[in-house]
Every structure is written in structure tokens, then in C-alpha cells.
């Protein structure tokens, strides 16, 4: 004889073979917008040829907030999203290294994104934005870091 399995509070109760129902628990699960950035944020910088989130004002002006307010918006810089009960949107800014191609850099960080939100947040992405602000330059390549002669004259 099979043990009686009570109904869940919003689920069904066990079907006829004893075996628990597909129907989960109960209650609600929200996540919030912060929580998705740092997966965003995370999944993004993973991408090679990704030197940084956000642009530099931004990053300057997040410094001062965090100084300010003890709070850790680096960890989420360049990332915004909007979070519904069941799906998220992503607008990401980067700053790209030199050399790299940037629509393929685009669609290698909108992939990783997608990815990180759906498998570790559980939400179906609706859009990944990707917006290149800047590329970043080695000194090596960079002609205003070259140095000019001691004496200041050329």
C-alpha cells in the first residue's frame, strides 16, 4: 500500500503511481535587479576581449559613491536591468580591449549573458543590450604615450 501524500497549498496532490507531482510548491520567488546585474556583470566580464564595464565617468562617479555610501556599485558598473516576475532585460556598456572585433565581442557577451541569467537566475531574457563606449589602447599602441625627449624640444 502507498503512503498518502498530502496536497501542496497551490500544487496537486501525488498521481496514482505514488510518484510526487511535477507541480512545485507553493509561494513566490523574487529576485532582485541587483542580484541579476552581478550575474550580468559577472558573465560579461568573463568574455575575452572585455576590458572593462562601463564607461570612465562612470566608473569615477560609482568611486565616489562607494566612498560615500559604503555600498558596491562596482561590482555592477555598466550593467542595468529590468527584472519582471518571469523574464529580465540587460543593457550592457563595456569598454573593449584593442584588436578585438567588436560585433563579435558584442554577440560573445550578449551570449554569456543570456546564459548566466537563465541557468543561474531562473528568468527568461527577453534582450541583451551591448554598448561599446570606448576601446581600450596598450601604452605600447597609444601615440600619446610616447615620450618625448628630456629637454622638452624635438
Known amino acids: ?12 496532490a501525488a498521481n496514482p503511481s505514488g510518484s510526487a ?3 512545485e510548491p507553493g509561494g513566490r520567488t523574487s529576485i532582485a535587479e541587483q542580484a541579476v546585474a552581478k550575474v550580468a556583470a559577472i558573465a560579461a566580464r568573463a568574455v575575452p576581449g572585455v576590458h572593462t564595464l562601463g564607461t570612465g565617468a562612470g566608473r569615477t ?15 555592477t558598473a555598466g550593467v542595468n ?7 529580465a532585460a540587460v543593457d550592457i556598456t563595456l569598454v573593449a580591449d584593442y584588436g578585438i572585433p567588436l560585433t563579435g565581442l558584442a554577440d560573445s557577451v550578449r551570449s554569456a549573458v543570456y546564459a548566466a541569467v537563465e541557468d543561474l537566475v531562473g528568468l527568461n531574457v527577453v ?6 563606449a570606448d576601446v581600450h589602447v596598450p601604452e605600447a599602441l597609444d601615440p600619446r604615450a610616447a615620450k618625448r625627449p628630456a629637454g ?3
Open 61 to 75: 562617479l560609482g568611486a565616489v559613491r562607494d566612498a560615500v555610501a559604503g555600498s558596491d556599485s562596482s561590482a
Open 81 to 87: 536591468v529590468e527584472v519582471g516576475e518571469t523574464e
Open 21 to 23: 507531482s511535477a507541480e
Open 152 to 154: 622638452g624640444q624635438d
Open 1 to 12: 500500500m502507498q503512503p498518502h501524500v498530502p496536497p501542496v497549498p497551490g500544487g496537486a
Open 127 to 132: 534582450e541583451v543590450n551591448v554598448s561599446v
